[in-house]
């Protein structure tokens, strides 16, 4: 009597595939703070229910390498790797 195994297929997927990374864009709020800028980007949502249009806005700390951004300014930022405890993305242009 022979004893056959079954191996256990693995798929792996390839990492260096590039993520697709998010591009946002919203008006600077504050600019403070040394190297970066806090953004508020508002969203206009529709209401499950009732189909009503309502403003959403969130607020991203953004890097800003040369201190470049002022407060009223409208920005592109990035998404990119964590550069701090808040930070997760990167200015792109006015």
């Not at 297929?9 to 697709?20: F, I, Y």
């Not at 206009?44 to 700390?61: C, L």
Request: net charge positive; glycine share 2%; proline share 3%.
């Amino acid at each position: 009597m022979s004893a056959t195994k079954t191996a256990a297929v693995k798929t792996v997927r390839p990492t260096t595939k590039a993520t697709a990374k998010r591009i946002l864009e919203g008006v600077v709020l504050s600019d403070k703070m040394d190297k970066t800028i806090v953004v508020n980007v508002e969203k206009v949502k529709v209401h499950p229910k009732y189909n009503k249009r309502y403003k959403s806005s969130t607020h991203y700390q953004v890097h800003d390498e040369k201190n470049e951004f002022k407060i009223g300014d409208k920005v592109k930022f990035i998404e990119c790797r964590p550069l701090s405890k808040n930070k997760r993305w990167r200015v792109l242009a006015k």
